[in-house]
């Protein structure tokens, strides 16, 4: 029993790890964008092209912070229900 619950605990910190990693490199990577496109469209006053890639993204960034910070708590409750129902018919036989 323990191992299981040590088991899950890391797969949830490994998922964490993963977001941040994520989230960092976006950071980093579309901060390199902006400093591009500054120095390369006249200081800045040019297309902001940078902001497609940005949304673009940021889109599939948010879906992973949802996968991980939301959805993940919603299996682990559906999980517990599933688990109960099965433990109470396996009880009333």
């Known amino acids: 029993m323990e191992q299981e619950i040590r088991r899950k605990a890391e797969e949830r910190v490994e998922r964490r790890i993963g977001f941040f990693t994520h989230l960092v490199t976006y950071l980093i990577i579309n901060l390199g964008f902006i ?5 390369t469209s006249d200081k800045g006053k040019g297309f902001p092209w940078f902001v497609i890639i940005l949304a673009g993204w940021g889109i599939g960034l948010l879906a992973h912070l949802f996968s991980v910070f939301v959805f ?12 109960n129902k099965l433990r109470q018919k396996r009880g009333n036989k």
């Open 35 to 39: 400093v591009v496109w500054y120095f």
């Open 72 to 83: 993940d708590r919603f299996r682990e409750r559906m999980v517990d229900k599933e688990m």
